[in-house]
């Protein structure tokens, strides 16, 4: 996993979690935005909400991307990562626990879904309107594409090696 | 009842390790791993493959069992004066 991005550390497992909160956080900002400004016109939404979560959705779409970028096989365009057997392990398990998790969730919005449908007291919320579905559907398409990577940058402890004051000792014993 | 397979290995590489006085980037950098995966190995949070335990018992021109053991391992000079003590009283 990356230690630095763009200077900033992320070796401790609190930032790469505020991270992942930040990218889930501002799916659900820009979204309410958008429910906003289809009632009370686009203007001043957007310059207030709807570009600052914006903006933060694809900052740590990017980051979180890069993130993982060692956890990636060799190929596709990308530079070849030394990914040894540990990092594939975690990687599998994380590509593991996203399929469980996201398959899980279909399965419960369908069963969901087709018991509020068919309830008729409308106790249950169900999306009836074009933009409703496109939240959730761009959801679901966000959480699939980022959740293996969010899954590594939620669990995977400190980066912090606790050798390293060690090892510049040695360095400078050389 | 079903067996822990991933019970926890025991190990010299951090002793080995400073013996040499190498980094885990050196290392890692030998064994073709990463080097946070030393930090894993040495720590007992990762238990290696075949092929990797091979590839550090070669490094260290040791046999895997003097690297690594299922049960705690003593102290690597505890074992060298216990031995040579009891050669001398051959």
């Known amino acids: 996993m990356q230690t630095q991005l763009l200077g900033i550390p992320i070796d401790r497992r609190s930032r790469r979690r505020g991270l992942v909160v930040v990218l889930y956080a501002s799916y659900a900002m820009l979204v309410a935005c958008f429910a906003l400004a289809a009632r009370s016109g686009v203007g001043l939404v957007f310059a207030a909400g709807l570009l600052p979560s914006g903006l933060a959705l694809m900052s740590a779409f990017w980051a979180l991307s890069q993130l993982a970028l060692p956890y990636a096989t060799e190929g596709a365009g990308r530079k070849e990562q030394l990914v040894d057997e540990r990092q594939l392990q975690v990687r599998d398990r994380a590509f593991y626990r996203a399929y469980q998790i996201l398959s899980s969730v279909f399965g419960l919005w369908v069963v969901y879904e087709g018991i509020a449908r068919t309830n008729e007291r409308q106790w249950f919320w169900v999306p009836q309107t074009f933009d409703e579905y496109q939240a959730i559907v761009w959801g679901y398409l966000l959480v699939s594409m980022t959740l293996p990577s969010a899954l590594i940058a939620w669990t995977e402890p400190d980066l912090v090696d606790s050798d390293d004051t060690q090892a510049n000792e040695l360095r400078l014993a050389r | 009842?079903?067996?822990?397979?991933?019970?926890?290995?025991?190990?010299?590489?951090?002793?080995?390790?400073?013996?040499?006085?190498?980094?885990?980037?050196?290392?890692?950098?030998?064994?073709?791993?990463?080097?946070?995966?030393v930090g894993y190995l040495e720590r007992g949070e990762f238990n290696p493959s075949l092929d990797l335990a091979m590839r550090i018992s070669e490094f260290f021109g040791l046999p895997i069992e003097a690297i690594f053991s299922r049960t705690p391992l003593s102290p690597l000079s505890e074992q060298l004066y216990s031995s040579s003590a009891r050669t001398k009283e051959k």
């Open chain 2, 1 to 37: 009842m079903t067996q822990n397979v991933a019970a926890k290995l025991h190990n010299r590489l951090s002793v080995l390790r400073a013996e040499r006085r190498l980094t885990r980037q050196d290392l890692a950098v030998a064994l073709a791993i990463n080097y946070q995966t």
